[in-house]
């Protein structure tokens, strides 16, 4: 099982404040690339996650930290 995390600004919405090495492998992008903006990681979700997209950015949540897996579509185009 692949390790790879990556950590979001649940505030400000996509923006990721890191990514594990592991990214690479699994996606085909490297973590900078995330943490720096040249890849958006909102446009790398699959359209069916939309609805765990609105539970993760929820503002009336009160959730502070947690987990969550989506389909991510890798560098290549296949969705992982």
Known sequence: MNGAKISLLLRSRWS???????ILPLLGYASDDFVSGRVSFGELIH???????????????GRSSG?????????????R
């Open 16 to 22: 990721v404040l890191s990514a594990s090495a592991d």
């Open 67 to 79: 987990a969550m897996n989506l389909r991510l579509r890798q560098a290549g185009g296949q969705i």
């Open 47 to 61: 359209p069916d996650d939309s609805d765990l997209t609105e539970i993760l950015f929820a503002t009336d949540s």
